[in-house]
Antibody, heavy 120, light 108 residues
Framework: QVQLQESGPGLVKPSETLSLTCTVSGYSISSGYYWGWIRQPPGKGLEWIGSIYHSGSTYYNPSLKSRVTISVDTSKNQFSLKLSSVTAADTAVYYC?????????????WGQGTLVTVSS | SSELTQDPAVSVALGQTVRITCQGESLRSDYASWSQQKPGQAPVLVIYGKNNRPSGVPDRFSGSSSGNTGSLTITGAQAEDEADYYCNSRDSSGNHVLFGGGTKLTVL
């Protein structure tokens, strides 16, 4: 059974960099798929942040592209998110996810999500 | 195009049929997929592609498409179907994922 687990600080100061890691179990990242990060501000909808292939190829949300870096570590079966220059608007539950085998842009395995609050 | 539009809220009487819609130019060339999200939980994929359900999703959930509109239909809505529903697709470049704003379904 594929499982994903987000980890990282739950509180980040404004202007600093948010860093999260997604650890995957039950499936090898090296075997394929574009692995994704999605976020959800409290009480609001889902926003795709970006996706990464095991080779390191990435797609980013154009509205966040200047601040986002997604990387992959196949040796640890993890992929990571860095979001720089955060503000209160970046406060959200952050999910990592794996897409369905038939389409890289819809997701059928999700982590439980981790709340990141941006506050001084 | 880079937007998918959903009605913010829809209600349905228990046991009746409800359709939730998603509009966007990208849907003229691609199908919407649909995810269900209950409070405090991660989304769950319920429909993908033309009209496909992942294993474990009840067959009362179905998807359809016409022009720039994708639809999720729940035939015989149950109390446990009360949730937020999100459509998603990709933009015209094919390189970016889009989510609709979500529809809150209330089962009366």
């Amino acid at each position: 059974q594929v499982q994903l687990q987000e980890s990282g600080p739950g509180l980040v100061k404004p202007s600093e960099t948010l860093s999260l890691t997604c650890t995957v179990s039950g499936y090898s990242i090296s075997s394929g798929y574009y692995w994704g990060w999605i976020r959800q501000p409290p009480g609001k909808g889902l926003e795709w942040i970006g996706s990464i292939y095991h080779s390191g190829s990435t797609y980013y949300n154009p509205s966040l592209k200047s601040r986002v870096t997604i990387s992959v570590d196949t040796s640890k079966n993890q992929f990571s998110l860095k979001l720089s220059s955060v503000t209160a608007a970046d406060t959200a539950v952050y999910y990592c996810a794996r897409p369905h085998r038939t389409g890289w842009y819809y997701f059928d395995y999700w982590g439980q999500g981790t709340l990141v609050t941006v506050s001084s | 195009s880079s937007e998918l539009t959903q009605d913010p809220a829809v209600s349905v009487a228990l046991g009746q049929t409800v359709r939730i819609t998603c509009q966007g130019e990208s849907l003229r060339s691609d199908y919407a997929s649909w995810s269900q999200q209950k409070p405090g939980q991660a989304p769950v994929l319920v429909i993908y592609g033309k009209n496909n359900r992942p294993s474990g999703v009840p067959d009362r959930f179905s998807g359809s498409s016409s022009g720039n509109t994708g639809s999720l239909t729940i035939t015989g809505a149950q109390a446990e179907d009360e949730a937020d529903y999100y459509c998603n697709s990709r933009d015209s470049s094919g390189n970016h994922v889009l989510f609709g704003g979500g529809t809150k379904l209330t089962v009366l």
